[in-house]
């Protein structure tokens, strides 16, 4: 394998047309904030913004600034998102709507606990890219509102019975072990400790089953036992190979090579486990004891359940030298860039049928935005130029 011509590819997708797409496409000049409903050419068909997309939005602008390039139209485009999220976004206590319309009213309440976690990272980066302190403090003043609502993470907007039956979620602990490294510059070394802490024995002690022969889970009841319900036996395998690469991050992070293998065990067990043996590509739900799911689109193919698989992989080989990562890597990544990448125009395909076809030509929408593919490339082409040094620095040897 040519590690530093697909380095090269990757970088290139990101850097020359994937982030120009954006950049061109979903800036808000009359009213602020970003378009992500765009269609296959970057055309607005809906003006709603979703606060989670613009988050990730001002994050990736700012993530790049910081790590790739000083390029004055990424910052100006983090801030200019940042504005629109600070003066439209929130209650005025940093509670973050799901949605507002294109001027800013509010339309759906700040239920959803993810538009706190990618404000908290949005304004994490951009106070490293600016030294803003404004920045800092509303990410630190979101991130303690974070760690009060684990426990409740709807709090009032919770449409269960509290008590009936109280599940929780793979989702916030994973998206946690992420966000502990992205603010790490915020949080002092005790209270960064027991976030990394927590996460890790909520990913591997309480989601990762091994009595189920070594998957992730999506929810657990909330002291820990198996729930024979739809919920309770929903898998996602994207969901869990992402948070491999996460629990790497923080293996690096901590020196510690048994996190970095128990990573590679798991993202190798779970693509063996959601691998669509008939069609190809990454099944998005699935039922761990082969019941029919309640989600209609469990086969699907995604393009952020395939883009971070490649991560985990790529990562898994970098760190390890697993040959099973390698050849998985190859096999996934022929799958993305023939399925995903549209080879006319910028941006990639989101949704897929299990057959592989396109089902939707939007570049984004609702859930679609300026992230998954942007944070892929970036993370695939730093770890294929790492091996691809590493390796010619052996040859040179």
Not at 90 to 115: A, K
Request: hydrophobic share 40%; glycine share 8%.
């Amino acid at each position: 394998m040519d590690f530093k011509k697909l380095s090269e590819q990757y970088k290139s997708e990101l850097l020359d047309h994937v982030m120009p797409f954006w950049l061109k496409n979903s800036l808000d000049r009359e009213f602020g904030g970003y378009f992500t409903c765009l269609d296959r050419q970057g055309q607005v068909f809906d003006t709603d913004k979703f606060i989670w997309l613009q988050a990730r939005e001002v994050y990736m602008f700012s993530s790049l600034y910081n790590k790739v390039e000083k390029k004055q139209a990424w910052l100006e485009a983090a801030e200019h998102g940042a504005t629109f999220l600070l003066n439209h976004g929130h209650d005025g206590n940093f509670n973050w709507y799901f949605s507002v319309d294109r001027i800013g009213n509010p339309l759906v309440e700040p239920y959803n606990i993810f538009s706190y976690t990618f404000a908290t990272i949005a304004f994490g980066q951009l106070s490293l890219a600016t030294g803003n302190t404004q920045y800092a403090e509303v990410a630190k003043k979101t991130f303690e509102i974070i760690r009060s609502k684990v426990d409740n993470p709807k709090g009032k907007w919770n449409k269960t019975v509290l008590g009936s039956r109280d599940l929780k979620g793979f989702s916030l602990p994973m998206i946690l072990c992420n966000l502990a490294l992205e603010i790490e510059h915020l949080l002092s070394a005790d209270l960064l400790d027991v976030l990394i802490e927590d996460c890790l024995h909520e990913v591997l002690d309480v989601f990762y089953r091994p009595e189920l022969g070594g998957i992730i889970i999506e929810n657990v009841t909330a002291d820990g036992q198996l729930s024979d319900t739809f919920d309770g036996r929903l898998v996602n395998p994207g969901h869990s190979t992402e948070a491999m690469w996460f629990i790497m991050d923080l293996g690096v992070r901590l020196k510690r090579d048994d996190l970095i293998q128990k990573a590679v065990q798991i993202t190798l067990t779970m693509l063996n486990y959601g691998w669509d043996k008939e069609y190809g590509g990454i099944f998005y739900f699935m039922d761990r004891l082969g019941h029919p799911t309640q989600q209609l689109e469990w086969d699907q193919k995604l393009w952020w359940v395939h883009i971070e698989t490649l991560i985990s992989l790529i990562k898994g080989y970098q760190l390890t030298g697993s040959e099973e990562c390698l050849i998985w890597f190859e096999k996934v990544h022929s799958y993305t860039w023939t399925h995903f990448k549209d080879p006319e125009y910028p941006e990639w395909f989101g949704y897929l049928n299990r057959r592989g076809e396109v089902l939707l030509p939007l570049k984004g929408g609702k859930w679609k935005g300026c992230f998954h593919v942007p944070r892929g490339l970036y993370q695939c082409w730093r770890a294929l130029d790492e091996i691809a040094c590493k390796n010619f620095s052996i040859n040179i040897v």
